[in-house]
């Protein structure tokens, strides 16, 4: 019966069309055809690996004191914060943040577009009408970052800063919940990827319009 060959740098006994394959080679050559695959067409999603360097400072709530360490984080902000908020009904980090605006600090906020539409208390409107701007993100179903970049754009300085964890901007997130908070300074790589990501998820939101009143 008729034979072929599969070429070099594979057995070398020939093939012959009808022959049974076992099940290992089998998985063998679909976990091959998977990989090249997957590194194809997904390589390009997964991001490198960052240097591990500078301070980690976690704080967990209740028992910690999640809510006042951010706020004495955006008072130690020398240019810029930004901010991706799920949610934001906390009064102390509201007021810190038109505290540094008032102070000249460059400050630009991303917000769920659902909870400030229709969650109750927010603090959104406060902010705008305090002259921050605010952009409501619309691509996801939830945008549920919780982050805060301190002078991002001087990432190697000593102030800049990420602060991320599972901790909402609420005042119930600090007093009831159980979250964890981590605030990285010393990290220029880090800040710059967090910065990266804020303008790209900028780019895909809508600014956020003030209701008119009723009269």
């Given at each position: 019966s008729p034979s072929t060959s599969l070429g070099t740098g594979l057995s070398k006994r020939p093939f012959r069309f009808g022959a049974r394959i076992s099940t290992s080679s089998m998985r063998t050559g679909?976990?091959?055809?998977f990989l090249v695959a997957g590194t194809l067409f997904f390589g390009s999603a997964f991001a490198a690996p960052l240097p591990a360097t500078g301070t980690v400072e976690p704080i967990f709530t209740p028992d910690g004191d999640a809510e006042g360490a951010i706020v004495r984080a955006l008072r130690e902000a020398r240019r810029s914060i930004r901010v991706q908020a799920y949610l934001l009904t906390s009064r102390p980090m509201a007021y810190a943040l038109i505290e540094a605006k008032r102070r000249g600090i460059d400050v630009q906020v991303l917000a769920d577009r659902?909870?400030?539409?229709?969650?109750?208390?927010?603090l959104i409107p406060q902010l705008v009408a305090n002259g921050i701007p605010v952009w409501?993100?619309?691509r996801y179903?939830?945008?549920h970052n919780k982050i805060i970049i301190v002078d991002g754009d001087m990432p190697a300085s000593a102030g800049a800063?990420?602060?991320?964890g599972s901790f909402n901007f609420t005042r119930s997130a600090q007093t009831r919940n159980a979250e964890n908070l981590l605030i990285l300074r010393g990290n220029p790589a880090l800040v710059k990827a967090y910065r990266d990501n804020w303008q790209r998820h900028r780019a895909d939101a809508v600014a956020y319009q003030r209701?008119?009143?009723k009269d």
């Open positions: 679909l976990f091959g055809i659902e909870m400030v539409e229709n969650g109750e208390r927010s409501l993100e619309v179903a939830i945008a800063s990420v602060i991320t209701p008119q009143r």
